[in-house]
RNA sequence: GGGAGCAUAGCUCAGCUGGUUCAGAGCAUCUGCCUUACAAGCAGAGGGUCCGCGGUUCGAACCCGUGUGCUCCCACCA
């Protein structure tokens, strides 16, 4: 069968994919082997992958796929999270395009309609994951809204309650008014924006002098309840004591004053809003000023702001400027820029808002989590950037706001009766049962209802590594024991507190245990300009087209390559050219060796001492040895990236260009069947390192390669274990690939042609010592037709002479431009620079501080330099002499 | 305002314990080649005040100080 020109992705990605999953080589159960547990960072059930999602998941697919074949029992769970801010909103937004108002329908229609919404949308991500070529297991998709996942929500919430860290409370939240819900802290997201700082007069009573406020929210002063100013500021002394007027409402409020004031901002004097401003609030609460709240749940005025009560904030403020300057009050507006916060989901500007929501305390989970980092127990990667980060948040962490005024979510199991008791269970029944027992038989015409609310996504992400298992729904259950913990977390580093850090918690609370005890962080995917991507700059490419375009392993090694760990990575399509065309290479290796299967020599041919293949295979095995210790390092140190350019530096330059090069038999010759079978040894053990990386090519290139039994498959094979390699054998390597380099460089300076041979070459054996096979490379790759071998000699004036310069540098030479003069001159130079390098090697060696400080070993290494420099030194002087 | 990280070739980055395997790799660029697996390839080449300044040291890309620039996280002063 004639293969293809170019290696073509398409037909093969999919027929292997569904192989792959028909032979069940992904679904994992318990057995004797190690396990390697990975859960994938549940996607949103709203999206579809992009950029960031395609690192994440190529790098799990990376790590899961080599554990799998060094050995390992593999699971990697996969899922998706119901999101629940993001996908309400999306549901809302689609029901009102069916002119469906989310406020005119039940709750349980609405829920019915987003399961609806979900079953459509939700499994997008899912065949994405499956085009990328990911090995999850499909049998254990998980969905943060399943039945278990709801009941070990509601389970955990309870425990909590019961333990008391969890609380309901009055506190002063932030607020989607877009979304109509609370949102924790960590939901907000601040960015600069410009706005106007205004100056406003407000009147002292019963006087004619006035305070000039300086604010950028005229719209609350309806809500003001005090003025503040610090309590030494001497322009406001002589107003001690007096009260002010709000202006548009006339309200009369106290002059405070509180050290917290910064007498040099604005005018040093603050209008104090307890309901609308974290810092007033704390004021109001230290001097215990009464909370007027102006705005309603959709961020219009309210009736308590008296005038332009049901207009929307923004508008309110463009109404009340104008007001006040119809009125004399405003003095002046300045351009101010401000960091604003807006809701990460739908990009609102948040409100600082009283409201009861229920509480996480986060004090007893925090101080477990920081300690199982700080002890080392679970390892961050990459760490130095991390850490602190983590500890810094722990150190400082505030309790969590988990109630969303949301119907997409689990709701809060409590129970209110009218009277505002309330009890905290697992179900109705539960919930009625005790309340009995705790506030005695429900009044007759009462009943108990549930909270309206629903727990912050998040609430329910923290159990993932968990409730995936059904390690809360059911705590003693095999899978459980036998996977968790995870072997290893990868994800964004954005979600670092929302996500990462409460995991930890949630693992040490409810299993005692760290959920995993590596995390490695990938960096954020940017456009080759360097900025983020997103949708409306319209710079992030859509996941199948790039794999239609360049095929799934191209992308994967695209996006692999340019992925340093924890650094950004700036997305560049010509990463994805490389991937596809070291996939070309591969698959022209494989035309290469399948053309070599045809000309074979009669089996019974032995390989004679004098056969370059002997050496080369010598030399390859011990590279490749070496290779694997370079490789298993690296990813040792989750240095992912690095594995893969080292793999790929192994395939092409080491095995492409040199390696098959050597044994590659001349014109029309036949090839050697002993080199022939080590060869596709070489190339098959070649893709199974590939094979993590690139999947498809190489089970594909596996197969036909020659013929595999049923499931003789390359995904499941297992990889060789790393042996060590000979030094004496690659340092032979080295010095042979720089004499041929060296020696082409110099056919083409003395415009050889390719078939122009070289009668005679002259060389000191001592370089290479006595391997016959190694010379007849040298002779087939430079084309020459014979090498002596003479003792520092110059002959003859048709040859060319090779000189040993430096330590392991060669230069050649041919006998007209060699001179005497010249060749002292060479050997001079040479001495010079082994007398400088004697010389630094002997100041570091008699460096007390060096000697005390460095590890006998490397001392021991120095020391060995020495020796073999005073070595070189001492046979230069001896050749000079002579 | 507090903290962390970074600054090495046009771009993205390696560079362990300070030294002569230290100035590197990949990509890009340029030059020459359709050489019997591969032009999605092969063979070469050019390209750097290792951000500036000062210090420690026999010796600094590496350690210390300082300045400058960038990035991120946290806090959110009207």
Not at 264 to 292: C, E, R, W
Request: aromatic residues 12%; negative net charge.
């Amino acid at each position: 069968m004639a293969l293809s020109k170019h290696y073509e992705p398409a037909g093969i990605e999919s027929k292997w994919y569904a192989h792959w999953s028909d032979s069940r080589y992904f679904n994992s159960f318990p057995d004797h082997r190690p396990p390697f547990t990975v859960v994938i960072p549940p996607p949103n059930v709203t999206g579809v992958l992009h950029m960031g999602h395609t690192l994440n998941e190529t790098v799990q697919d990376i790590l899961v796929r080599r554990a799998r074949m060094m050995g390992f029992n593999a699971c990697w769970v996969p899922g998706s999270d119901h999101a629940s801010i993001a996908t309400e909103a999306r549901v809302v937004a689609m029901l009102k395009e069916k002119g469906i108002d989310k406020n005119s329908i039940s709750r349980e229609k609405f829920l019915e309609y987003a399961f609806e919404w979900k079953e459509k949308y939700g499994s997008i991500i899912y065949d994405q994951i499956a085009r990328l070529g990911c090995s999850v297991d499909w049998n254990r998709v998980t969905f943060t809204m399943d039945d278990h996942y709801y009941k070990a929500v509601i389970k955990v919430f309870v425990e909590l309650f019961k333990k008391k860290m969890i609380y309901r409370g009055a506190r002063m939240i932030h607020w989607d008014p877009s979304a109509r819900t609370a949102l924790s802290d960590e939901e907000v997201e601040y960015r600069e924006v410009e706005g106007t700082l205004y100056f406003i007069k407000y009147m002292v009573e019963d006087s004619t002098d006035f305070i000039v406020i300086a604010t950028q929210r005229p719209e609350t002063i309806m809500g003001d309840t005090a003025i503040c100013v610090h309590p030494s500021d001497p322009k406001y002394k002589h107003l001690l004591g007096k009260k002010i007027i709000v202006p548009l409402i006339h309200r009369t409020v106290p002059l405070i004053t509180d050290e917290y004031i910064d007498m040099s901002f604005g005018t040093g004097a603050l209008k104090v809003t307890p309901a609308h401003d974290i810092n007033d609030y704390n004021l109001g609460l230290k001097h215990g000023l009464a909370v007027i709240d102006t705005l309603n749940e959709d961020g219009t005025l309210s009736e308590a702001a008296k005038i332009f009560v049901g207009m929307d904030r923004f508008e309110a403020r463009k109404k009340v400027v104008e007001k006040l300057k119809e009125e004399g009050f405003l003095l002046k507006e300045e351009p101010y820029s401000t960091r604003l916060g807006f809701s990460q989901r739908s990009h609102a500007v948040v409100e600082p808002r009283i409201s009861t929501q229920w509480f996480v305390k986060m004090k007893p989970l925090a101080a477990p989590a920081l300690n199982a980092v700080v002890s080392g127990k679970i390892r961050i990667h990459p760490a130095e950037k991390f850490n602190a980060t983590y500890k810094y948040w722990l150190e400082n962490v505030k309790d969590w706001c988990i109630s969303r005024q949301l119907w997409w979510g689990q709701r809060i199991p409590a129970w209110y009766d009218s009277n505002g008791n309330f009890v905290v269970a697992e179900s109705e029944s539960l919930a009625l049962e005790a309340y009995q027992d705790q506030y005695g038989l429900l009044a007759v015409h009462d009943e108990l209802i549930q909270d309206e609310d629903v727990l912050d996504t998040w609430f329910s992400s923290w159990l993932w590594p968990i409730e995936v298992f059904r390690g809360i729904t059911n705590p003693e259950n095999a899978d459980l024991k036998y996977y968790y913990p995870a072997s290893v977390l990868v994800t964004g580093q954005d979600i670092i507190f929302f996500w990462v850090a409460r995991m930890i918690m949630a693992g040490l609370e409810f299993k005692h245990e760290i959920p995993f005890p590596d995390v490695y962080f990938t960096g954020m995917v940017r456009d080759k300009q360097g900025r983020k991507m997103s949708k409306s700059l319209g710079n992030s490419p859509d996941l199948l087209q790039l794999i239609d375009k360049y095929g799934a392993d191209a992308v994967r090694f695209g996006i692999m390559i340019s992925a340093p760990a924890g650094n950004d990575l700036l997305f560049d399509e010509a990463g994805l050219e490389q991937g596809r065309n070291f996939n070309n290479k591969l698959w022209n290796a494989l035309k290469l060796i399948r053309i070599w299967g045809d000309r074979l020599e009669s089996s019974d041919k032995k390989v004679s001492t004098s056969d370059p293949g002997v050496f080369a295979t010598e030399w390859f095995d011990n590279r490749f040895s070496q290779a694997k210790t370079e490789i298993n390092k690296l990813f040792s140190e989750f240095k992912i990236n690095e594995a893969l350019k080292s793999v790929y530096t192994l395939y092409w330059d080491d095995f492409c260009s040199w390696y098959l090069e050597w044994v590659k038999p001349g014109f029309e010759q036949s090839m050697n069947p002993g080199i022939y079978d080590k060869t596709i040894l070489f190339f098959e053990e070649l893709l199974l390192w590939l094979h993590p990386f690139v999947p498809f090519v190489t089970e594909e290139i596996y197969h036909l390669l020659r013929t595999r039994e049923p499931h003789d498959d390359l995904c499941i094979k297992q990889m060789l274990p790393e042996t060590s390699s000979n030094p004496s054998v690659l340092e032979a390597g080295e010095k042979l690939r720089l004499f041929l380099t060296v020696g082409r460089e110099f056919r083409q300076q003395q415009q050889l042609k390719n078939s122009e041979a070289i009668t005679r070459l002259v060389m000191p054996k001592e370089i290479f010592g006595e391997t016959e096979s190694l010379y007849a490379i040298i002779r087939k790759q430079l084309n020459c037709t014979k090498i002596e071998f003479k003792e520092g000699s110059y002959i003859g004036d048709s040859e060319i002479h090779v000189i040993p310069f430096h330590s392991h540098q060669i230069g050649f030479e041919s006998h007209k431009k060699q001179d005497a003069p010249n060749r002292k001159a060479e050997l001079e130079k040479e001495l010079s620079y082994y007398k400088g390098f004697l010389e630094s090697l002997n100041k570091k060696l008699s460096n007390e501080r060096f000697v005390l400080n460095a590890k006998q070993e490397v001392i021991d290494l120095e020391k060995k330099k020495k020796a073999d420099t005073e070595e070189k030194i001492a046979a230069i002087l001896l050749t000079l002499k002579a």
